[in-house]
């Protein structure tokens, strides 16, 4: 792709995208350096309170859910965009 614009001649712009693919490289590889490398300065458990973990169970079952049988859903979906005009 970047020797297609360097080809087209579009130098600049395979400059940005190197350049842009850097940043985003560095900012990556933080994150993992800092969760894999790099000692925790908290190590206290995380608590999360009845609401949250009743939401989040929520949302885990209804993800199992429409994973094993998305036929609902996608039924809901047509009937939406037929009603929209989409379809």
Request: with cysteine.
């Amino acid at each position: 792709m970047i020797q297609a614009a360097v080809d087209a001649g579009f130098v600049w712009l395979a400059v940005v995208a190197v350049v842009t693919s850097l940043v985003g490289a560095f900012y990556y590889l933080r994150v993992v350096k800092l969760m894999y490398f790099d000692d925790a300065s908290d190590t206290s458990p995380i608590e999360a309170r009845a609401d949250n973990r009743w939401f989040l169970s929520a949302n885990g079952l209804a993800l199992l859910g429409f994973g094993i049988f998305p036929q609902q859903l996608l039924g809901i979906c047509v009937v939406a965009l037929a009603n929209s005009g989409l379809l």
